[in-house]
Nanobody
Framework: QVRLVESGGASVQAGGSLRLSCAAS????????MAWYRQAPGNQRELVAR???????DYADFVTGRFTISRDNAKKLVVLQMRSLKPEDTAVYYC??????WGQGTQVTVAS
């Protein structure tokens, strides 16, 4: 059974940092592209960042330069390091194997 379990969400002040982790199980992790999405209340789910099986990264314009996605294939872990957080980054953040599997999400709240 495939599982994606996010952790690291919290409430922080604007300008702060958070590190989100996603632990995968039940898959051959290294062969899959991985991604982080987010969904704010009343908004559609949107792509934040993705990392290919070959470690090629891609970011949404609204996080470029502030967020960094990385992966550890040995630990089956994908990490989203978030810096210079803004109130508009407030959302539930989801780990995903695009088009296939989703985690349950972790809440990030950024206070102004």
């Amino acid at each position: 059974q495939v599982r994606l379990v996010e952790s690291g969400g919290a409430s922080v002040q604007a300008g702060g940092s958070l590190r989100l982790s996603c632990a995968a199980s039940g898959i051959t992790f290294s062969v899959y592209d991985m991604a982080w999405y987010r969904q704010a209340p009343g908004n559609q789910r949107e792509l934040v960042a993705r990392i290919s099986s070959h470690n090629i990264t891609d970011y949404a314009d609204f996080v470029t330069g502030r967020f960094t996605i990385s992966r550890d294939n040995a630990k089956k872990l994908v990490v989203l390091q978030m810096r210079s957080l803004k109130p508009e980054d407030t959302a539930v953040y989801y780990c995903s194997i695009p088009m296939m599997y989703w985690g349950q999400g972790t809440q990030v709240t950024v206070a102004s």
